[in-house]
C-alpha cells in the first residue's frame, strides 16, 4: 500500500430493527453480552423502520470516526471497540483494479474507517434503534472489509454491541440461541421462518407520550439479575419451553399461540421489572389501557385477533392476525385515541392501500365519527384518551439487511469519505 495513495472506498448498508416476542432480559456475561435466556424476536420492514448506515476505508484517514444522525459521537466506548476489533479480525484481502484498491488482509489492522448512521425514524420517540444501528455497523464493516463468515457469524459480533441487535442479522423470525460456551461462540442469531412464511401478520406501533426518563435496558436488565428471584425462575423454567412453543406456533402459523405466548411473556418482563429492586416500571397508563382494550376485544372474539408486546419503554407494538383485524384494531386505537388534526393519514400503507382505507376512514372528520366497538357493552368502558398516544407506526414483518448500491444513498461523500 503506498502512502501517495489516495481512494476511498465505501459500502452503504441497510438494516432493519425487531421486536421480541420472546424476551432477552438478564446477561450471564457482561462484557461479551450472553443472555440468561434464549429470545425469540419478528423483524420489522426495513422500508418503515431502519438504520442505514455507510462505511468509508481510505489511507487519508487518520482515525475511527463515526456520525450518528448526523452528529459526530465517540467510538471509545468498549462496545464498539470489540465490535470494530472482532470485525477485522475477520477481514480478507480487497483488490478494486479500477480503483487502484489493494487492501491485504493485514492493512486492515493499520487502516481506519468512517462510519455515518441515520435512523429513519425519530429517535426521540423511543423505539430500540440499537439493536438496528449496532446490527448495521457490523454489517456494512463486514462487507467493506470483504469478511467471509455467514451471518449467524456475524451475529456474535453485533451481539457484543447489544444483544438484541443480533437477531437484527435476519429477516423474518429469528430466534437467539443463548449458548454454552464461556467465550460466547454459540451465542447465535438463526433464522426460524423468513418473512415470506407469514405474510399476513401486520403491526401497529403505537407512539405513546412519556414524560419519565426510563431505565436503560442494560443498567435494567443488571439490576433484575441481581436482586428478581422471578428472573431465575424465568429464565431456568419458563423461558426455554415457551420458546420452543413459540417456535411451533411460528412454523405452524397458529396466530392464537402465537398470541398467547407473547402477551404472556411480555407481561412476565414487565413483571420481572416489578420485581426488581427498586422495581423498574417501563410501562405507563397509557400501555396498561392499550392492554385492557385488547384484551376485552381478543375475548369477544372466537379467536385472538391481535397480540400485544412492550419493551423497555410505553411503546406498544401490536401484532394483528391479518389485514382485516389490523383495520378493525386501528378503528379502536383511533377511537380511544384520537388523534391530532395534524396527523398524516398516508403513513398506513401496507402493500399499496392503506389501512385506513380498508377501516374506511379517508380523512381525519372520519374518525370522530367511528362507532363505538360492540365488545364495550358497559358504558364506562367508552373513555377517550386524546394526546395519550403520539402517533401510530403500521408496519409487517420484514427482511433482513441488505446492500444498497446506489450511489445516492451513501451517507457520505465519495471523495472525501466525510458526511455529505
Ligand atoms: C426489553 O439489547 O437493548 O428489548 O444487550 O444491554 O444492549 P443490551 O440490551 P438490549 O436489551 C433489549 C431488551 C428488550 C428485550 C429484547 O429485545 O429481547
Keep these: 500500500m503506498a502512502a501517495e495513495e489516495d481512494w476511498v472506498k465505501i459500502v452503504t448498508a441497510k438494516t432493519p430493527t425487531n421486536i421480541a416476542v420472546i424476551k432477552y432480559w438478564g446477561k450471564r456475561d457482561e462484557t461479551l453480552i450472553l443472555p440468561i435466556n434464549d429470545s425469540i424476536s419478528v423483524t420489522l420492514d426495513p422500508n418503515h423502520l431502519c438504520t442505514t448506515t455507510t462505511v468509508a476505508v481510505s489511507p487519508t484517514f487518520v482515525e475511527d470516526r463515526m456520525w450518528l444522525n448526523g452528529k459526530e459521537i465517540s467510538l471509545a466506548g468498549e462496545r464498539y471497540q470489540n465490535c470494530l476489533r472482532e470485525i477485522r479480525k475477520r477481514a480478507s484481502d480487497v483488490e478494486e483494479e479500477e480503483k487502484g484498491i489493494k487492501i491485504a488482509k493485514k492493512d486492515w489492522q493499520n487502516l481506519h474507517v468512517h462510519i455515518a448512521s441515520f435512523n429513519n425514524f425519530p429517535t426521540a420517540a423511543g423505539l430500540a434503534s440499537s439493536a438496528a444501528g449496532l446490527a448495521c455497523l457490523v454489517f456494512a464493516l463486514a462487507k467493506l472489509m470483504n469478511v467471509k463468515e455467514d451471518q449467524g457469524q456475524l451475529s456474535t459480533i453485533a451481539r457484543q454491541g447489544s444483544g438484541s441487535a443480533c437477531r437484527s442479522l435476519y429477516g423474518g423470525f429469528v430466534k437467539w440461541i443463548m449458548g454454552k460456551n464461556e467465550d460466547g461462540r454459540d451465542s447465535l442469531a438463526v433464522q426460524v421462518a423468513d418473512e415470506k412464511h407469514w405474510d399476513d401478520l401486520v403491526i401497529l406501533i403505537a407512539v405513546v407520550c412519556s414524560r419519565q426518563k426510563e431505565t436503560s435496558s442494560t443498567s435494567g436488565m443488571r439490576e433484575s439479575v441481581e436482586t428478581s428471584l422471578l428472573l431465575k425462575h424465568r429464565a431456568q423454567e419458563i423461558v426455554p419451553k415457551r420458546t420452543l412453543q413459540m417456535e411451533e406456533a411460528i412454523k405452524n402459523k397458529d396466530f392464537s399461540s402465537f398470541s398467547r405466548l407473547a402477551c404472556a411473556d411480555s407481561n412476565q418482563f414487565h413483571a420481572v421489572c416489578l420485581d426488581t429492586t427498586p422495581p423498574i416500571f417501563y410501562m405507563n397508563d397509557t400501555s396498561h389501557k392499550i392492554i385492557s382494550i385488547v384484551e376485552k376485544w381478543n375475548r369477544s372474539e372466537e379467536t385472538p385477533q391481535v397480540a400485544y408486546t412492550f419493551d423497555a419503554g410505553p411503546n406498544a407494538v401490536l401484532i394483528a392476525r391479518d ?52 365488545e364495550l357493552k358497559d358504558a364506562n368502558s367508552i373513555q377517550k384518551h386524546p394526546g395519550d398516544v403520539s402517533y401510530f407506526i403500521c408496519t409487517r414483518p420484514g427482511q433482513g439487511p441488505t446492500v444498497l448500491s446506489d450511489e445516492s444513498q451513501s451517507l457520505l461523500n465519495p471523495e472525501t469519505g466525510l458526511p455529505k
Aim: proline content about 10%.
Design 323 to 374: 389485514r382485516k383485524a389490523a383495520s378493525l384494531l386501528l378503528q379502536r386505537m383511533l377511537f380511544h385515541f384520537p388523534p391530532g388534526a395534524e396527523t398524516d393519514l398516508n403513513s398506513y400503507v401496507i402493500g399499496d392501500k392503506s389501512i385506513l382505507q380498508d377501516a374506511g376512514i379517508k380523512n381525519i372528520k372520519d374518525v370522530e365519527s367511528l362507532p363505538n366497538p360492540p
